[in-house]
Nanobody
């Protein structure tokens, strides 16, 4: 499975971006597909996730109400719509998916087996 993340860029505070994560090689199956971000010198942290089979969504408190995760089953793609961006949202963003059942919480990076290459989001003040 390969995950291709795209859509990052430079945006002013208050602006919007939409990230995409396209999977090739297999479908996302029935687990949670997640977005994480990692700022320079910091750990990779959970941002949002979506249950591929029923569409249930999950968000970190820091992005709730500003970011929306969605999926397109036909395109095997997950999106992250980011609105009202803040300078503290600046980070490399990664999408991730598990191979199968994993005994970890979906906010834990160990839940995921496949990772996209990352797409950089820079928010200027």
């Amino acid at each position: 499975v390969q995950l291709q993340a795209s859509g990052g860029g430079l945006v002013q505070a208050g602006g919007s971006l939409r990230l995409s994560c396209a999977a090739s090689g297999r479908t996302f199956s029935s687990y949670i597909v997640g977005w994480f971000r990692q700022a320079p010198g910091k750990e990779r942290v959970f941002v949002a996730g979506i249950n591929w089979s029923d569409g249930t969504t999950y968000y970190a408190d820091s992005v709730k109400g500003r970011f929306t995760i969605s999926r397109d089953n036909a395109k095997n793609t997950v999106y992250l719509q980011m609105n009202s961006l803040k300078p503290e949202d600046t980070a490399e963003y990664y999408c991730a998916a598990p191979k199968g059942y994993r005994p970890y919480h979906y906010t834990d990076p160990r839940y995921y087996d496949y990772w996209g290459q990352g797409t950089l989001v820079t928010v200027s003040s």
